[in-house]
């Protein structure tokens, strides 16, 4: 089969590599051709410390379903001041492994160990975030105070 991937522990070494490597903390490796394409999938290695901003999608077609296949993810779900709704530690082979987050719910993933991976999937094509979907009660990537608040969701899951 043309152009078919194997999803195995060589890959998933490989892109958890890449990201180590990477400044942000983080790598995706698409199966999806373009930005274009109708239906993204990929997988997104995160390391401790990479923060990700607090977002929303509000487009319709935007819920998103992350699967972890390898390490710890933790997700934090927010109401629309930034207060904290749900936690939850997200990992393969565990009690809950994976999410389906409805478009309009804000959230945020962080790693909670080395080696994170997980296969996401929603509908394209990639759009940068508007300003209505990024968390105004959050500090942005990048930003001075994103340490400092990234060190606060960590503390969200102890241990």
Request: proline share 6%.
């Amino acid at each position: 089969m043309a152009g078919m991937c194997l999803i195995d522990a060589a890959l998933l070494d490989a892109v958890s590599a890449e990201a180590r490597q990477s400044r942000r903390g983080r790598k995706n490796r698409n199966f999806h051709g373009t930005d274009d394409f109708p239906a993204h999938r990929l997988l997104n290695a995160v390391e401790p410390g990479s923060y990700i901003a607090p977002h929303r999608h509000l487009d319709p077609n935007k819920d998103e379903t992350m699967i972890v296949l390898r390490g710890r993810l933790g997700l934090v779900i927010f109401d629309a001041v930034g207060n904290v709704l749900q936690t939850s530690v997200l990992a393969g082979g565990s009690g809950a492994i994976g999410v389906d987050i409805p478009h309009g719910s804000w959230h945020t993933v962080l790693a909670l160990e080395s080696g994170t991976i997980f296969f996401e999937a929603k509908a394209g094509p990639f759009l940068a975030l508007a300003p209505e979907e990024r968390a105004p009660w959050a500090p942005q990537e990048g930003a001075a105070e994103a340490e400092g608040y990234g060190a606060w969701l960590r503390r969200l899951f102890p241990g």
